[in-house]
């Protein structure tokens, strides 16, 4: 079930409580049917003062209005205000409002608050009883309804209200339908036993037998962490109350057709034997008048036979039922199933035990918890029926809330077993609450809707990342623009572009700027086939960055694209101007684009240009090359240009392999190849491909990302698939992304 958030209200204080005893029931019902998912009402701002905040007039100048003194609170909601993720400020910021003792101010902080991290069930407790001690029995009841549907597979927090429900009400099916709809959630969790526990001592004191009876079996079904004391449980409570009152109606009707089959024996075996006597006798009798009438016949006079009494026909005694007997036969049958539950709790206590942490915390997780989680859910996914495997993925989304890759692993399993109704249930609970500030989720969520025909809401995805969550992030910037290129409109594509190069442009310094630049030059190229604004965007990007040898290739590589005469022209001129030696004067620089390349990449690339001129250029041209190379960098202890082509063969001319570019990128070890290197096949995805998405991968997603903390992404990727990009691009570090280890 959804752990989206829920609708916050701000409920008033009430004159008169109602009768509880009378009421509880009926607002629980009221207060879970009117629980929906909703956004939590925003924080007091410069223009909503909290008020509350008592007049002090004592000190007042005459004649001018008091003043109220600042709110203890005011300066930590500013805090929270800039950083809502600071999770530090939130709870001093309740401490603060708590020590107000104003049940308004409290509301609203809690309430703000839980938007933004519904997973802490201990504030929504904490809440609960800032209600009661405000003696509001309605908010009580409205802030757990509000908490259970936040987090539904929270052990603890469905412990908190039954125990609540019990100390306020003395409806005995309120209470069982309370524990009923906790155990619907969390009644198989491994760690469920504290829910159990307490369902068993309400039914104690408050129950029947067979209520008892029934959960304690319903229970040995589940392989819980304390399995064993639930059996122990079950065979002493058997030896203290007459079975039959804690059979179910089932198995009281096979005891008594059981008992029926005994009675019919017993009664048989009974009739039989009074029969037996009763034939006895009357032999007896006969053989006695036999012997007399011999005897007269003898002329004897036998003597007379005592008359017995006629026996009275004595009603058939039945042995009573043998209750230890049954007893024995209504646990024989309870332990297969103790038996069997008990070899499955062995098989997770693997997993289980692993898991060190398995409620909400803003503080990194382990990565030896991280990866036990993963192991987890492979095996349940192997192992478990469909709805066990659904259980132990909220039991990690609790847990791992922080982490993208859950939720997207979360969405990928059940699109694949429930659809994509479910699928996009679980994505936007993640994108709209848990790691809404998370790039990676939104840039996952758009490809999940392109796929399944809806555009509209992929761009919408891609613009909350470029608006508000990671301005400037360039993967998402390039995949923006290449969803409207394929919606068929390059016009909007090139305003995704235009827009953020606008963006970085308004900044004091950008390091996106660049790259940025690049990618709308290959776009305006390739797709747009406008050449000129393509030169006129390498041109702003070798200004910002003539030292970048892979800006120059790059700037080069569109003029090689096609091989027009004006194409020769242009690209041939920017090798000139590459590999010219840098102007003595400091304003010759701001006037021209100059190179600012090293001697080594100088050379190199003046190499290049003598190849490119020989396969394209006329005579004259690659005469000019020639003549260029040798003036430039041809001197007695130079490399012949000779011995550059020797170097390589026809193919070579027309780019080095992937992998040896690969190499130099990787390495930094120095090359000249003749040709600029070609881009990867889809340098917007592999430059940031991470192996670890592969195994969760939807078909073209080749975008994942490394474990993240808290804080803004680090971005991680595969290091054949960067050194291609560094190769092409000239990698640089991204704001906010440490620099990958193959740069």
């Given at each position: 079930?959804?752990?989206?958030?829920?609708?916050?209200?701000?409920?008033?204080?009430?004159?008169?409580?109602?009768?509880?005893?009378?009421?509880?029931?009926?607002?629980?019902?009221?207060?879970?049917?009117?629980?929906?998912?909703?956004?939590?009402?925003?924080?007091?701002?410069?223009?909503?003062?909290?008020?509350?905040?008592?007049?002090?007039?004592?000190?007042?100048?005459?004649?001018?209005?008091?003043?109220?003194?600042?709110?203890?609170?005011?300066?930590?909601?500013?805090?929270?205000?800039?950083?809502?993720?600071?999770?530090?400020?939130?709870?001093?910021?309740?401490?603060?409002?708590?020590?107000?003792?104003?049940?308004?101010?409290?509301?609203?902080?809690?309430?703000?608050?839980?938007?933004?991290?519904?997973?802490?069930?201990?504030?929504?407790?904490?809440?609960?009883?800032?209600?009661?001690?405000?003696?509001?029995?309605?908010?009580?009841?409205?802030?757990?309804?509000?908490?259970?549907?936040?987090?539904?597979?929270?052990?603890?927090?469905?412990?908190?209200?039954?125990?609540?429900?019990?100390?306020?009400?003395?409806?005995?099916?309120?209470?069982?339908?309370?524990?009923?709809?906790?155990?619907?959630?969390?009644?198989?969790?491994?760690?469920?036993?504290?829910?159990?526990?307490?369902?068993?001592?309400?039914?104690?004191?408050?129950?029947?037998?067979?209520?008892?009876?029934?959960?304690?079996?319903?229970?040995?079904?589940?392989?819980?962490?304390?399995?064993?004391?639930?059996?122990?449980?079950l065979n002493k409570y058997t030896q203290s109350k007459p079975v039959r009152t804690m059979m179910t109606k089932e198995e009281v009707a096979a005891a008594d057709a059981q008992d029926k089959v005994r009675?019919?024996?017993?009664?048989?075996?009974?009739?039989?034997?009074?029969?037996?006597?009763?034939?006895?006798?009357?032999?007896?009798?006969?053989?006695?008048?036999?012997?007399?009438?011999?005897?007269?016949?003898?002329?004897?006079?036998?003597?007379?036979?005592?008359?017995?009494?006629?026996?009275?026909?004595?009603?058939?005694?039945?042995?009573?039922?043998?209750?230890?007997?049954?007893?024995?036969?209504?646990?024989?049958?309870?332990?297969?199933?103790?038996?069997?539950?008990?070899?499955?709790?062995?098989?997770?206590?693997?997993?289980?035990?692993?898991?060190?942490?398995?409620?909400?915390h803003v503080k990194k997780l382990k990565e030896e918890e991280l990866k036990n989680w993963s192991r987890y859910l492979d095996y349940a996914e192997k192992e478990w029926p469909g709805h066990s495997v659904?259980?132990?993925?909220?039991?990690?989304?609790?847990?791992?809330?922080?982490?993208?890759?859950?939720?997207?692993?979360?969405?990928?399993?059940?699109?694949?077993?429930?659809?994509?109704?479910?699928?996009?249930?679980?994505?936007?609970?993640?994108?709209?609450?848990?790691?809404?500030?998370?790039?990676?989720?939104?840039?996952?969520?758009?490809?999940?809707?392109?796929?399944?025909?809806?555009?509209?809401?992929?761009?919408?995805?891609?613009?909350?990342?470029?608006?508000?969550?990671?301005?400037?992030?360039?993967?998402?910037?390039?995949?923006?623009?290449?969803?409207?290129?394929?919606?068929?409109?390059?016009?909007?594509?090139?305003?995704?572009?235009?827009?953020?190069?606008?963006?970085?442009?308004?900044?004091?310094?950008?390091?996106?700027?660049?790259?940025?630049?690049?990618?709308?030059?290959?776009?305006?190229?390739?797709?747009?086939?406008d050449i000129e604004s393509a030169r006129h965007m390498y041109q702003e990007a070798l200004k910002a960055k003539p030292d970048s040898r892979s800006l120059w290739e790059g700037a080069i590589l569109i003029?090689?694209?096609?091989?027009?005469?004006?194409?020769?022209?242009?690209?041939?001129?920017?090798?000139?101007?590459?590999?010219?030696?840098?102007?003595?004067?400091?304003?010759?620089?701001?006037?021209?684009?100059?190179?600012?390349?090293?001697?080594?990449?100088?050379?190199?690339?003046?190499?290049?240009?003598?190849?490119?001129?020989?396969?394209?250029?006329?005579?004259?041209?690659?005469?000019?090359?020639?003549?260029?190379?040798?003036?430039?960098?041809?001197?007695?202890?130079?490399?012949?240009?000779?011995?550059?082509?020797?170097?390589?063969?026809?193919?070579?001319?027309?780019?080095?392999?992937?992998?040896?570019?690969?190499?130099?990128?990787?390495?930094?070890?120095?090359?000249?190849?003749?040709?600029?290197?070609?881009?990867?096949?889809?340098?917007?995805?592999?430059?940031?491909?991470?192996?670890?998405?592969?195994?969760?991968?939807?078909?073209?997603?080749?975008?994942?990302?490394?474990?993240?903390?808290?804080?803004?992404?680090?971005?991680?990727?595969?290091?054949?698939?960067?050194?291609?990009?560094?190769?092409?691009?000239?990698?640089?570090?991204?704001?906010?992304?440490?620099?990958?280890?193959?740069?």
């Open positions: 079930m959804s752990e989206e958030q829920v609708e916050v209200t701000t409920p008033a204080t009430t004159e008169e409580a109602p009768t509880q005893d009378a009421s509880m029931s009926e607002a629980v019902a009221t207060a879970h049917a009117e629980t929906t998912p909703a956004q939590p009402p925003p924080p007091p701002t410069e223009s909503e003062p909290e008020a509350a905040c008592t007049m002090d007039t004592s000190e007042a100048p005459p004649g001018e209005e008091p003043k109220p003194p600042p709110c203890p609170t005011e300066s930590l909601w500013e805090v929270v205000n800039k950083d809502p993720s600071d999770f530090t400020s939130w709870t001093d910021l309740i401490k603060k409002a708590e020590e107000t003792r104003e049940i308004a101010k409290i509301q609203r902080v809690y309430d703000s608050f839980l938007g933004e991290f519904p997973l802490c069930y201990g504030y929504w407790k904490k809440y609960a009883d800032q209600e009661k001690s405000a003696g509001n029995p309605e908010a009580i009841v409205s802030v757990y309804e509000r908490g259970v549907a936040a987090i539904p597979y929270s052990v603890d927090l469905w412990v908190h209200y039954c125990n609540y429900l019990i100390e306020s009400s003395n409806e005995p099916e309120a209470i069982r339908s309370l524990y009923e709809r906790g155990l619907a959630y969390v009644g198989t969790d491994f760690l469920a036993s504290p829910l159990w526990n307490k369902y068993l001592e309400y039914e104690a004191s408050a129950g029947t037998p067979a209520h008892m009876a029934q959960i304690y079996s319903r229970v040995l079904q589940i392989p819980l962490q304390k399995l064993d004391s639930y059996w122990e449980g009675i019919e024996k017993a009664t048989e075996a009974a009739t039989a034997e009074k029969e037996r006597k009763k034939k006895e006798k009357e032999e007896a009798k006969a053989k006695a008048a036999a012997e007399a009438a011999a005897a007269m016949e003898e002329g004897e006079v036998p003597e007379p036979a005592e008359e017995e009494p006629e026996e009275e026909d004595e009603p058939i005694q039945i042995p009573p039922e043998d209750e230890d007997a049954l007893k024995a036969q209504y646990l024989s049958m309870r332990e297969p199933l103790y038996k069997a539950s008990k070899e499955e709790a062995q098989k997770r206590i693997e997993f289980e035990s692993a898991i060190k942490r398995p409620y909400f659904v259980h132990l993925y909220e039991r990690c989304v609790i847990a791992c809330a922080n982490y993208p890759e859950y939720w997207i692993r979360y969405a990928k399993y059940s699109e694949k077993t429930a659809g994509a109704d479910a699928a996009r249930a679980v994505i936007q609970r993640a994108s709209m609450v848990f790691v809404k500030r998370r790039p990676e989720i939104h840039m996952f969520e758009a490809e999940f809707e392109e796929r399944l025909g809806n555009p509209e809401a992929a761009k919408r995805s891609y613009s909350v990342v470029n608006s508000s969550v990671a301005p400037g992030l360039l993967q998402c910037i390039v995949r923006h623009a290449n969803l409207e290129r394929r919606c068929g409109d390059v016009t909007a594509a090139r305003g995704v572009y235009e827009r953020a190069i606008a963006e970085e442009r308004a900044k004091e310094s950008s390091s996106v700027l660049v790259h940025l630049l690049m990618q709308y030059a290959r776009f305006l190229d390739e797709i747009a086939e003029e090689t694209r096609q091989a027009t005469d004006q194409r020769v022209d242009h690209a041939l001129a920017l090798y000139e101007r590459a590999t010219a030696p840098p102007p003595v004067e400091e304003a010759a620089k701001e006037e021209e684009l100059v190179s600012g390349l090293s001697a080594t990449a100088r050379e190199e690339l003046s190499a290049s240009a003598v190849v490119f001129a020989d396969l394209h250029g006329n005579k004259d041209q690659l005469a000019a090359a020639r003549e260029m190379h040798r003036s430039r960098f041809e001197t007695a202890n130079s490399t012949p240009l000779s011995t550059y082509s020797k170097k390589r063969t026809a193919s070579d001319a027309l780019g080095e392999s992937s992998s040896k570019q690969a190499k130099v990128a990787a390495t930094g070890t120095p090359g000249a190849p003749p040709q600029p290197p070609p881009p990867p096949t889809d340098p917007g995805a592999a430059a940031y491909a991470q192996p670890a998405a592969g195994a969760y991968a939807y078909p073209g997603y080749g975008a994942g990302y490394a474990a993240y903390g808290q804080h803004y992404p680090q971005y991680a990727g595969d290091p054949a698939t960067d050194a291609a990009w560094a190769a092409y691009y000239a990698q640089q570090q991204y704001p906010g992304y440490p620099p990958h280890p193959a740069q």
